[in-house]
């Protein structure tokens, strides 16, 4: 429905920080980022309402990620701090009618960004 773009993406060190964009052609009432590695199924990272009043985290990132939108310039985005080698994976933005965790809910997807995290 709606078209994104994620930006932001990069190679640091175990323990290191990334903030990633996503640019979007327009806003839905939901906005997630989940992730894939090599070998593994989408998992999921983070979501939030339209207001930006509710989140929700996967427990593997819980207390590390932090995922905010602005929708004033259709942006939503994911800082991620004390990055370890198991987060490295593509991270994908997601849009749809809810935030849940389950990768269905979601009918637009961006390309993707590399994120590898060295140890």
């Known amino acids: 429905q709606v078209q994104l773009v994620e930006s932001g993406g990069g190679s640091v060190q175990r323990g290191g920080s990334l903030r990633l964009s996503c640019a979007a052609s327009?806003?839905?009432?939901?906005m997630a980022w989940f992730r894939q590695a090599p070998g593994k199924e989408r998992e999921f990272v983070a979501a939030?309402?339209?207001?930006?009043?509710?989140?929700y985290y996967g427990d593997s990132v819980q207390g590390r990620f932090t995922i905010s939108r602005d929708n004033a310039k259709n942006t939503v985005y994911l800082q991620m701090n004390s990055l370890k080698p198991d987060d490295a994976a593509v991270y994908y933005c997601?849009?749809?009618?809810?935030?849940?965790?389950?990768?269905?809910?979601?009918?637009?997807w961006g390309q993707g960004t590399q994120v590898t995290v060295s140890s």
């Open positions: 939030i309402n339209w207001s930006g009043g509710s989140t």
């Open positions: 997601a849009a749809g009618n809810y935030y849940g965790s389950d990768s269905r809910e979601y009918d637009s």
């Open positions: 327009g806003s839905r009432y939901g």
